[in-house]
């Protein structure tokens, strides 16, 4: 099974202040490819590169990055992504945003502040977006 999108992120407070370092995927500078390969590619939705992954055999391998994020607060979450192909025998594909959040005794909680449930190689370029309330238990996020 083989998934290969590229990303665009964003992750900001309410007021605007971007918390993500390297937020245009610019280049992998700061950002983790867990289980994946990651490139960058000058195919773009802005900028001047993206990072395009490839070998995803898990809905939810993609870039992330940790960060830390104030308890009960509210953030906009924001990723312009494309599929460079359909999986086989599936008609539409779900693209999200998946947060997952670290609580100081290990615990995790996931979260999906953006879901686009009919995703296709055709509709180029997606905007997920959508709002993130940070859990009051909250210690790291990635």
Not at 63 to 76: A, D, W
């Amino acid at each position: 099974m083989l998934w290969v999108v590229r990303f665009a992120c964003l992750l900001s407070l309410v007021w605007g202040q971007d918390l993500l370092q390297n937020s245009g995927m610019e280049s992998l500078d700061h950002w983790h490819c867990f289980g994946i390969q990651c490139h960058v590619t000058s195919t773009r939705h802005s900028g001047s590169h993206a990072i395009q992954t490839s070998g995803r055999t898990q809905y939810y391998q993609g870039p992330g990055q940790k960060i830390t994020l104030h308890p009960g607060r509210s953030y906009n979450v924001s990723a312009y992504a494309r599929l460079l192909n359909d999986h086989p025998g599936e008609l539409r594909q779900n693209m999200q945003i998946e947060v997952a959040v670290t609580f100081p005794d290990g615990t995790k909680q996931y979260i999906n502040p953006a879901n686009e449930p009919m995703a296709r190689k055709s509709d180029g370029w997606i905007h997920l977006k959508g709002d993130l309330n940070a859990p009051n238990r909250r210690k790291y996020i990635h």
